[in-house]
């Protein structure tokens, strides 16, 4: 993943997507973006904790220990999807126990 890409078009985003997070009471929010081939991701926690491109991967697969390959399959067609129309694919996750 590409550090210089998530400076580009996601460190801008960060206040924004913690705000974001404490208005819908969300656990941890993330958002992917690419250019080119090139992929950047970010995944903030409830804690303010930052995550960026390889470590908020591995965040997430922590999350989601047993559903992370299903989850991202899903996701990944609805990704593109908003990219191509030029909007961040954001996504805010509740954990229920």
Do not use: C
Request: zero cysteines.
């Amino acid at each position: 993943m590409e550090y210089a890409l998530y400076e580009r078009e996601l460190a801008e985003v960060v206040d924004d997507l913690k705000a974001s997070m404490a208005s819908d009471k969300d656990d941890y929010i993330f958002t992917v973006t690419e250019n080119r081939g090139h992929v950047a991701m970010l995944l903030i926690e409830k804690s303010g904790e930052v995550y960026i491109n390889e470590k908020a991967r591995k965040r997430l697969q922590i999350l989601w220990p047993l559903a992370y390959e299903s989850n991202m399959q899903q996701f990944i067609p609805d990704f593109a999807q908003q990219l191509s129309e030029g909007e961040l694919p954001i996504n805010g996750v509740k954990v229920s126990l």
